[in-house]
């Protein structure tokens, strides 16, 4: 198997994992369960960190050297910049919450995590693309 491949494969087990922890905490927040919800939030935005500094950062420095004027090289920095700002929205709303038991911090910041859920499924979405073009001459011949 190609090493590269396996990689980009597992950074997007791990983003399909994310996506299934912030559905679970969707669930907890919608039975009024506000804790569960935030320790849901907060482990998919800390995973979601772990993965981009552990896999992305380097993937993306590598693609750009070696391929910068190719479209691959030229659709990298979209992604980059959208997930940057989600992981930022998400660091700075976990953040704010800091494991209190009251809501009072959080709830207010309700219309960003609205944002950054939807720019996380567009970075997702960019990222699954960026995956097929990336690997869709490994993975169909």
Request: charged fraction near 10%; glycine fraction near 8%.
């Amino acid at each position: 198997m190609n090493f590269y491949l396996f990689i980009a494969t597992v950074s997007l087990a791990f983003q399909l994992g994310v996506l299934a922890l912030l559905i679970v905490g969707f669930r907890f927040k919608q039975r009024l369960r506000f804790r569960l919800h935030g320790f849901f939030m907060l482990t998919a935005v800390a995973l979601h960190i772990i993965i981009i500094g552990a896999i992305m950062v380097p993937s993306f420095v590598a693609i750009v050297i070696e391929k910068p004027t190719s479209s691959i090289g030229l659709f990298a920095p979209f992604h980059a910049a959208a997930g940057t700002a989600t992981a930022i929205l998400g660091v700075w709303i976990v953040g704010g919450w800091r494991l209190r038991q009251t809501t009072k911090f959080c709830a207010p910041k309700r219309k960003y995590m609205r944002i950054t859920f939807s720019l996380w499924l567009l970075t997702v979405s960019l990222g699954v693309i960026f995956y097929f073009i990336l690997n869709w001459s490994f993975l169909f011949g």
